[in-house]
């Protein structure tokens, strides 16, 4: 019976002690720490291969525009070629848009500029002096014969007028 006891006892500290030691395994502030650094160290790798992704978007995007300016650079001298070897007609060639193009012959006259006269900018100011910037904009304005009495302050009363304009 004595020996019953004792395994009995023996298996309950064993127990104690691993129960313990499992619980600061799994359960302990070292074993969170541990679990959050993982994850921040995931969440940085992340990271580093989102900004690489972004700064290759960037790249790629910076060279596909470098060439699209590239191809408009040959269309236009493309077309100028065009129109220097097929336009023939003098009043054409002075029409188009960039003037007469080198090689053409121009007659030494400067290429005429479009008609813009009749267009112009558009403001950014109102056009009368009464402008919503205006002190007096929005606001109806009194008549001219509207006489307008002046009340004295509690303060002022009885004081001389030059020291009634210094308040």
Do not use: C
């Not at 019953?4 to 006892?9: D, K, Q, S, V």
């Not at 699209?68 to 023939?88: C, K, P, T, W």
């Amino acid at each position: 019976m004595e020996t019953n006891l004792l395994w009995m006892a023996g298996g309950l500290v064993i127990g104690v002690i691993l129960g313990i030691v499992l619980h600061r395994l799994f359960h302990s502030e070292s074993a969170k720490n541990r679990r959050l650094e993982q994850q921040i160290d995931q969440l940085q790798r992340q990271n580093v291969r989102y900004q690489a992704q972004v700064s290759e978007h960037f790249s790629k995007t910076g060279d596909l525009l470098s060439r699209l300016n590239s191809s408009y650079r040959d269309i236009f001298a493309h077309l100028v070629h065009g129109a220097e070897r097929l336009g023939n007609d003098e009043e054409f060639r002075n029409r188009l848009p960039f003037g007469p193009v080198s090689g053409m012959k121009s007659n030494d006259k400067p290429a005429e500029e479009p008609a813009t006269s009749s267009m112009a900018a558009p403001l950014d100011y109102a056009p009368s002096a009464a402008g919503t910037l205006s002190e007096s904009y929005g606001f109806p304005m009194p008549p001219k014969d509207l006489e307008v009495e002046v009340v004295e302050s509690v303060e002022d009363k009885g004081k001389p007028p030059a020291e009634k304009a210094g308040n």
